[in-house]
């Protein structure tokens, strides 16, 4: 246990449905982050928020859509996916301050797209 | 700019033996560097991490990695396998600027052999 909860941690939808995952941490961190995993890539970062404020959106289509409402909570909300979307999405927080910090992961959502 | 090369992405030992799982580094500053674990079906969980302290850094699990600067590697070890170290390790450089990005490397899965 990371402290890092996500939810729901399977995920099946059609490419015409729109769905929630849900991203909670009780670390009292103030930066959040969504990753994408798919098989045999590497990790890659979708989007950052620091204090509430997106800083980095590395290029995501616009059918992710990011939500921070507060520094506990990430939403990141789907639309019309395709199955090229299928993936392990996992969220992360960590603290922003000087220096090394490393980033704690939640268990991640498994995303299926059909 | 940052990145992380993990040379292998598939290793095989037996249980007992030596654990050996390579990292290099790029980057222009010196950099964090931090090795994650990940379990089937769950998310990255922090080993160790070298933050410019000691060079030979102890993590979890009986593992530790050390921090050479000449060969701009941090390779990780342990002594001695054993069946539950079975999973895929991730390197990581982060560079310490804001916005707390992690750079991953590709992964190396650990297959224990009995």
């Known amino acids: 246990e990371t402290g890092v909860t996500q939810t729901p941690r399977h995920l099946v939808m059609g490419m015409t449905n729109k769905k929630s995952l849900k991203c909670e941490q009780h670390?009292?961190?103030?930066?959040m982050y969504w990753y994408k995993q798919s098989a045999k890539k590497p990790l890659e970062l979708m989007f950052v928020?620091?204090?509430?404020?997106?800083?980095e959106n590395n290029s995501v289509p616009s059918r992710f859509s990011p939500e921070c409402p507060n520094s506990s909570h990430l939403f990141l909300h789907l639309h019309t996916l395709q199955p090229e979307d299928s993936a392990l999405y996992l969220c992360?927080?960590?603290?922003?301050?000087?220096?090394?910090?490393?980033?704690?992961f939640g268990p991640g959502t498994r995303l299926t797209v059909t | 700019a940052q990145s992380v090369t993990q040379l292998g992405s598939h290793v095989s030992v037996s249980e007992g033996a030596l654990v050996l799982l390579r990292c290099n580094y790029s980057?222009?500053?010196?950099?964090?560097l931090f090795w994650y674990v990940q379990y089937p079906n769950q998310g990255l969980q922090l080993l160790l991490k070298?933050?410019?302290?000691?060079?030979l850094v102890k993590g979890i699990n009986g593992f530790e990695a050390e921090f050479k600067k000449s060969e701009t590697s941090f390779h990780l070890t342990k002594p001695s396998a054993h069946m539950s170290d079975a999973a895929e390790y991730f390197c990581?450089?982060?560079?310490?600027?804001?916005?707390?990005?992690?750079?991953f490397g590709t992964g190396t899965r650990l297959t224990v052999i009995p």
């Open positions: 992360a927080s960590s603290q922003e301050t000087l220096g090394a910090y490393e980033q704690y």
């Open positions: 670390l009292g961190h103030n930066a």
């Open positions: 928020y620091n204090f509430k404020e997106q800083t």
């Open positions: 980057s222009s500053v010196p950099p964090y």
């Open positions: 070298y933050t410019s302290a000691a060079t």
């Open positions: 990581a450089v982060s560079e310490g600027t804001g916005a707390n990005n992690l750079f």
